[in-house]
């Protein structure tokens, strides 16, 4: 088993170009989770999605959109970024309320 | 609404002592808990939970957590750490929905 995993591990844009963060879980969860993480700040929720179909705003989803493909993938798209994007993007998914989340090894994003 | 205080950013300790790592919460309704351990350049992984039963929890890699709920609080000991576990600690609370708060994290440092 794989686990999360994601792609790619780094990336640097330039402000205003796009681009999507994969992810994918071969534990058959239904809950997906997209966070960002800043020094000082701790793991801050993006967007997730509780089930196969279904997509909901986190504390920070200004600025991004999701799709969650199937039941294994969630993509993660900044249509426009900006040098505020620039952080550590974790990837995360759980079998449910009440479970744990498994973690991937994170997207190192840098807009300049 | 749902939150968590880490009270210590970062915390010095030398190899073979114990340590503690203190979390608290506050939650409208009962919760989960959760520790996860992030080494550098790595994802978050579990520690140890706590979801009903016996309030003293034990983890991975010598790891426990007493919940105590009439002080809404969750600390992490460890009798005597090893250099290997420096690291960053993340203390998370989930009650009434999917969706775990993450308190901003605390940073062990062993010193040898």
């Known amino acids: 088993n794989a686990g999360v995993t994601q792609t790619p591990k780094f990336q640097v844009l330039k402000t205003g170009q796009s681009m999507t963060l994969q992810c994918a879980q071969d534990?058959?969860?239904?809950?997906m989770y997209w966070y960002r993480q800043d020094p000082g700040m701790g793991l801050r929720l993006i967007y997730y999605?509780?089930?196969?179909?279904?997509?909901d705003k986190g504390e920070v989803p200004n600025g991004y959109n999701v799709s969650r493909l199937n039941k294994r993938e969630f993509s993660l798209r900044l249509e426009s970024a900006a040098p505020s994007q620039t952080s550590v993007y974790f990837c995360?998914?759980?079998?449910?309320?009440?479970?744990?989340?498994?973690f991937g090894p994170g997207t190192r994003l840098t807009v300049t | 609404a749902q939150s968590v205080t880490q009270l210590d950013s970062q915390v010095p300790v030398f190899e073979e002592a114990p340590v503690e790592l203190r979390c608290n919460y506050s939650?409208?309704?009962?919760?989960?808990l959760f520790w996860y351990v992030q080494y550098p350049n790595q994802g978050l992984q579990l520690l140890l939970k706590?979801?009903?039963?016996?309030?003293l929890v034990k983890g991975i890699n010598g790891f426990e957590a007493e919940f105590n709920k009439s002080q809404t609080s969750f600390h992490l000991r460890k009798p005597s750490v090893h250099i290997s576990d420096t690291a960053e600690y993340f203390c998370?609370?989930?009650?009434?929905?999917?969706?775990?708060?993450f308190g901003r994290g605390t940073s062990l440092i062993v010193h040898p």
């Open positions: 706590y979801l009903s039963g016996s309030t």
């Open positions: 995360a998914s759980g079998p449910g309320r009440g479970y744990e989340q498994y």
């Open positions: 998370a609370v989930l009650g009434g929905s999917y969706i775990p708060t």
């Open positions: 999605s509780a089930s196969e179909g279904t997509t």
């Open positions: 939650s409208s309704v009962s919760v989960y």
């Open positions: 534990m058959n969860h239904n809950s």
